[in-house]
């Protein structure tokens, strides 16, 4: 690589660093609690951020969405990373209604691009789990027993969805209301989670199945 080339990629790296810094410590002065820098891309929205808890060197990148009303808030542990255009609601954007349980992340666990946790249900991400893009989390399911009533009528429930340690959770994986995935799974893209699985799991499809141990 021609040298210059590469001193000016580094110099703007830096600034647009230091940008994200300037943002965090803006931010910060919001949040219930934060320990550490905190890295805040272009055209992040924070709402609610006094139900917000950030630890050291998270990252919200640009464009992503956090709703921190919650009844048990929002908690991110240190070196977090919330990729670009994804989306954590835990209640309605505007707070009527039922207001959700909230969302944990561990240390060092990552959520990729343009991702929906919706955490009506309580969420717990453990720690070094890595989420790629486009994957959703619904900890929330209607009730639809009765059809003599409008589905919408029913209301829902919220078991929740925990994630232990060391999980790889691939493109597109949808991921629903009441699993838990045991510590060292691992599921392929696109895979459509229903029930729950051990520890060391490998699972594919849709729904998904249980394919081999690590």
Known sequence: MNNSLF??????????TLIKIIRGFWLKIFL?????LLF??????????????????VKFEENSEIQGLSQNGIKFGNSVTIGRGTMIRPSSYYGVGNIGK???IHDNSSIGPMSYVGCAGKIIIGENVMIGPRVGFFAE????DSKKKAIKAQ???NEGIIIEDNCWIGSGVIILDGV?????????AGAVVTKSFSSNSVIVGSPARLIKKR
Request: proline share 0%.
């Open 141 to 144: 399911n209607h009730i639809f």
């Open 180 to 188: 838990k995935l045991g510590n060292g799974t691992v599921v392929g």
């Open 155 to 157: 209301g829902v429930k």
């Open 32 to 36: 219930k609690t934060s320990s550490g």
């Open 102 to 104: 909230g969302l944990e």
């Open 7 to 16: 001193f000016r990629t580094k110099i703007q790296i830096t600034i647009k």
């Open 40 to 57: 805040v891309g272009k055209s992040v929205n924070v709402e609610n951020s006094d139900f917000i808890e950030v630890g050291k060197n």
